[in-house]
């Protein structure tokens, strides 16, 4: 990864990326739902670089595999934040571990890393594609639906070739669309984006070292090709050269259709690495910096992007330079200025204003501003090493609270964050070296010869000028950003679920085993508190080993009320006083017991007794007993958004996948 100095044509940085495992929200490491230890598919929707030996499963909804059924899977649901910045901030712990450490002179490599997250609107399933139908609604689900699919093949595409026309581009993208693109498998960026990577130029100014960039079919090299993946190898819908350079130069806007699959460009969350560098990244990050692009035509039946990166290029190309800015959400609703200031005074976490999407556009909009980027120093961590941060008191693994985003439209959304971890060596300066330096010796080349002795006797250095500006990353499976319900106005809300999978610290690795996620939470009583976790049904690894509790293969979760964090044995539900001073605003009806018995049964009993949102009560004769591991309970569970009537402290655990000397499943939550 490279970060861009200047015009386009001047000076960039590159950065390399290697193992990096995202563990809260449950990254996916391209896996899907595989009982296989190694991922069927390492391109199945990005190019991760990592591993095939990581990751964890989407999440099944209940107690069996989802299959075929999109249905049955699970999608994390977590309530946003609300539109006051300062009291009303929904948090998020993500987690990760990454292999060759960063976060000071010390880690023996420059290095940074950067979160992003992706939304669409409709957060639910209704409108997850259901077959391959020629009608426009099938069509432009399967394109622009954002999911984790059901099958862990590749969509298919069909690319440019040189010379094509307008006629020959309509007639390549209607097969994309109608023909290529498939509702079982998985989809994040578009294929409308992708193709724009294959027809534009390569940036000719970057730093290739003497990595031979080969011409694609439209006969030139295009931004599919970088010196980490020279061969031009695709990976789902992703843009090679996007996910290599940051901040990148271009829009990365992957789609027009602003209704019912309204979709944000990558929204940059946070930048960790040489605070000295902050200023930088937040003046040209998309969040707040407009981009340019070459623009040929609007029209449906031409190509409307050109190959040219800048704007002289761009004009004898016959297009314009047109200039985009990017939204964490546009109001269609919101029709005038007047009704859009409106908007903007009724909070003040984001900034709301009346403007164009693109320059060449005669129609103006109701946008609401991407957040400012958050930078800030890296975690500090041992290189070759897949463990937890010397910057952590605590011994956890690299973490960073952030805040999920406020979306004033009230829509559901559904998301998916990816995770990048760059290091590059400091033999050349990554932020100075373009291409002129390229296939420059003295500069870098691969495993070179040295004589260092000055005798002639020369030495070999493993070095991979490929490897020493990589890009590696990791993402979360698709998960959905709820709107708040009035009784959380004027709240903090903390996530606090369950990370990790099923099997011994060897078997999962270089995933982990299970544990709650942040294990220890220190709130107020005017905090609240959702509890959830999601787990999968084929983490049996296909006898590579599953060693655990229960029925193989299955991941499961509760909670419990215990006196001490050095015992193992929770006490009764009667006796479990903590939950005398909660209730739930998801289900208001429950009582503090009624909460403890769904968190201790996964939601196999949803209360003691029956409420406004639960019909299956603790004695109901119509269920059979819960089975002891928890074996017939749902692998996932919503839980309950908690609310605190008095302080206190939860100490708590789970279960089944206590196992004394093998692994802890424990948490601790303080109520001030």
Same mark, same amino acid.
């Given at each position: ?62 107690? +069996? ?219 040209? +990050? ?374 004394? +000397? ?11």
């Amino acid at each position: 990864m490279w970060v861009l100095q200047g015009t386009i044509f001047l000076l960039f940085c590159t950065l390399v990326l290697s193992d990096v495992y995202l563990h809260n929200p449950r990254g996916s490491n391209n896996r899907l739902d595989e009982n296989t230890a190694n991922r069927k598919n390492n391109n199945r929707l990005f190019d991760s670089q990592n591993n095939n030996k990581g990751g964890y499963n989407t999440g099944d909804r209940f107690s +069996s595999e989802g299959g075929s059924r999109p249905e049955r899977f699970y999608s994390m649901q977590y309530y946003g934040s609300g539109p006051s910045s300062s009291q009303e901030g929904s948090k998020l712990m993500v987690e990760w571990t990454n292999q060759h450490g960063c976060g000071s002179d010390e880690s023996k490599l420059l290095c940074n890393l950067v979160i992003q997250y992706m939304c669409q609107s409709n957060g639910t399933h209704e409108d997850y594609p259901r077959g391959n139908g020629g009608r426009w609604d099938d069509v432009e689900e399967r394109t622009l639906y954002m999911r984790d699919g059901t099958s862990t093949d590749t969509q298919k595409y069909s690319e440019p070739r040189k010379g094509e026309s307008d006629r020959s581009y309509s007639s390549r993208m209607e097969k994309n669309y109608e023909d290529n693109s498939d509702y079982k498998e998985g989809l994040h960026e578009t294929v409308y984006w992708y193709d724009q990577c294959r027809y534009r130029e390569a940036n000719g100014g970057l730093f290739t070292a003497d990595q031979d960039l080969k011409k694609d079919k439209v006969g030139y090299v295009t931004a599919s090709r970088t010196r980490q993946n020279n061969n031009g190898d695709r990976s789902g819908y992703e843009c090679p050269e996007e996910r290599d350079y940051f901040p990148y130069w271009q829009p990365t806007m992957q789609s027009e259709n602003l209704d019912r699959f309204q979709r944000t460009p990558w929204i940059d969350l946070a930048w960790m690495g040489d605070k000295s560098k902050c200023n930088y990244i937040k003046q040209n +990050s998309f969040n707040r910096q407009s981009k340019w692009r070459c623009v040929l035509s609007r029209d449906s039946d031409e190509r409307p992007y050109g190959r040219a990166i800048n704007e002289e290029d761009c004009e004898e190309e016959g297009g314009n330079w047109v200039e985009f800015v990017s939204f964490l959400e546009v109001l269609t609703e919101v029709t005038s200025e007047s009704a859009c200031k409106a908007e903007q005074r009724k909070g003040t976490r984001n900034k709301i204003f009346w403007t164009k999407l693109r320059s060449d556009d005669s129609k103006e909009y109701c946008v609401v501003q991407a957040p400012e980027i958050t930078c800030d120093e890296a975690p500090w961590t041992r290189v070759n090493h897949l463990g937890n941060s010397g910057d952590s008191k605590s011994a956890d693994s690299s973490r960073l609270e952030v805040e999920l985003p406020y979306f004033p439209s009230g829509e559901a959304k559904r998301c998916t964050l990816r995770l990048r971890y760059n290091i590059t060596t400091a033999d050349y300066d990554p932020w100075t070296t373009d291409s002129k330096s390229n296939d420059d010796d003295d500069v870098i080349e691969n495993n070179p010869e040295v004589d260092v002795l000055e005798n002639g006797d020369e030495l070999q250095l493993a070095l991979n000028t490929a490897q020493t500006g990589r890009t590696f990353q990791d993402r979360s499976h698709v998960f959905v950003v709820l709107p708040r319900t009035p009784e959380m106005s004027n709240k903090r809300i903390y996530n606090l679920n369950v990370r990790g999978k099923r099997g011994n610290i060897v078997q999962t690795f270089p995933a982990v085993e299970y544990d709650f996620i942040p294990d220890k939470l220190e709130v107020s009583r005017e905090d609240l508190v959702h509890v959830q976790w999601t787990g999968s049904n084929s983490h049996d690894n296909n006898n590579d080993g599953d060693d655990g509790q229960g029925k193989g293969g299955t991941d499961r979760h509760n909670m419990l009320q215990f006196r001490s964090l050095d015992e193992n044995y929770p006490v009764k539900i009667s006796q479990a006083g903590f939950w005398d001073g909660v209730r739930s605003l998801t289900d208001p009806d429950a009582t503090g017991e009624d909460i403890a018995v769904g968190l201790a049964t996964s939601g196999y009993y949803c209360a003691k007794r029956e409420t406004g949102k639960c019909p299956s009560k603790l004695t109901s004769s119509r269920k059979r007993n819960l089975d002891d591991e928890l074996d017939n309970a749902p692998a996932s569970y919503f839980g309950h958004v908690l609310k605190f009537t008095k302080s206190g402290t939860l100490l708590y655990m789970c279960s089944r996948n206590n196992n004394f +000397s093998n692994r802890s499943q424990k948490g601790k939550l303080i109520v001030k």
